[in-house]
């Protein structure tokens, strides 16, 4: 069984929106930190946002002001909002949990459940 299985990725023009969700398992779900990855073409793997178990986030610099990092504890669901999206933000957009993590930073540091990706492309 899969832990995280992301959604809501697709196909938009520059300045459009998408909202991607991660549904995760109860054991994800209680994890330390949640984050959210992304890989674009050619390009290395770089941490987008992360939010802790106190709700506190924190994000790329890149993205800092046009994505919101959230969590939905009914739902056991993690979310990313994105806004003002550009052609840079094209990529393959993935969730993990990290149980290990002991404060907010855009890497992995302990066991971390993965999410297989969905993909964002943002067209000029």
């Known amino acids: 069984q899969v832990p995280l299985v992301e959604s809501g990725g697709g196909s938009v023009e520059a300045g459009g929106s998408l909202t991607l969700s991660c549904a995760a398992s109860?054991?994800?779900?209680?994890?330390?930190?949640m984050l959210w990855f992304r890989q674009a073409p050619g390009k290395e793997q770089e941490g987008v946002a992360t939010?802790?178990?106190?709700?506190?986030?924190l994000y790329a610099d890149s993205v800092r002001g046009r994505f919101i990092i959230s969590k939905d504890h009914s739902k056991t669901t993690l979310y990313l909002q994105m806004t003002s999206l550009n052609t840079e933000d094209t990529a393959k957009y993935t969730c993990?949990?990290?149980?290990?993590?002991?404060?907010?930073?855009?890497?992995?540091?302990?066991?971390?459940?993965w999410g297989r990706g969905t993909l964002v492309t943002v067209s000029p």
């Open positions: 109860a054991y994800s779900f209680s994890a330390n930190c």
């Open positions: 939010i802790d178990s106190n709700g506190r986030t």
């Open positions: 993990a949990a990290d149980h290990g993590c002991s404060g907010l930073r855009l890497a992995f540091v302990g066991p971390t459940d």
